[in-house]
């Protein structure tokens, strides 16, 4: 009996081993995308450097430095704005940004990032970054919040093409009792 316990406790033990080197070699399975077959692929845990790819390009909007951005673009970057905007090609992209920094002068807070790859249907690994920030733009003249989702494509340290989420972030509300008071 004996025996027996010490060759199931043995057992166990180099199973939890072989459980965790074969984690430790695989990449995290975060989620899964969906192609446009509808087939769905994981999503991995994706390099910090794309990350580091973003968050630069971030920092250069705030700054309103055009030069840098055009540095981070593909030369056939493509960007769909959250109204419907379609923008293709980096000097096309140069020149709304330039018309907009102008009359909006948008600024971001960034809220977080996440790093993903996934691996397409030719073996290509694709490295996405997702990103959410809070922009504040100036709109005649009055100061307006809104949230953002981006989802980056990084390709070779530029940015491939983009994708922009945004909703409406409302103006804080008074409290019941001081409405009552007016």
Not at 6 to 24: D, H, I, P
Not at 48 to 63: C, I, P, R
Not at 85 to 104: C, P, Q, R, V, Y
Not at 129 to 143: A, E, F, P, R, Y
Request: a negative charge.
């Amino acid at each position: 009996m004996k025996k027996y316990l010490l060759f199931l406790v043995a057992g166990s033990v180099v199973a939890c081993t072989t459980t965790q080197t074969e984690k430790n070699d695989s990449k995290s399975v975060i989620g899964y995308d969906i192609s446009e077959e509808g087939e769905q692929r994981e999503l991995i845990a994706g390099p910090l450097t794309t990350v580091s790819v973003w968050e630069d390009y971030v920092q250069a909007h705030n700054n309103k430095d055009l030069d840098a951005i055009a540095s981070l673009n593909a030369e056939d970057i493509k960007i769909w704005g959250p109204g419907g905007e379609f923008i293709e090609g980096s000097d096309n992209h140069i020149a709304f940004l330039n018309d907009w920094f102008t009359a909006n002068n948008p600024v971001w807070k960034s809220n977080y990032f996440i790093a993903n790859e996934v691996i397409v249907k030719d073996g290509e690994n694709r490295q996405w970054v997702t990103s959410g920030h809070d922009v504040t733009q100036t709109l005649d003249s009055i100061k307006v919040t809104s949230a953002q989702v981006h989802d980056g494509l990084i390709v070779d340290g530029k940015v491939k093409m983009f994708y922009v989420y945004e909703r409406a972030i409302p103006a804080p509300q008074k409290p019941e009792t001081e409405a009552i008071k007016e």
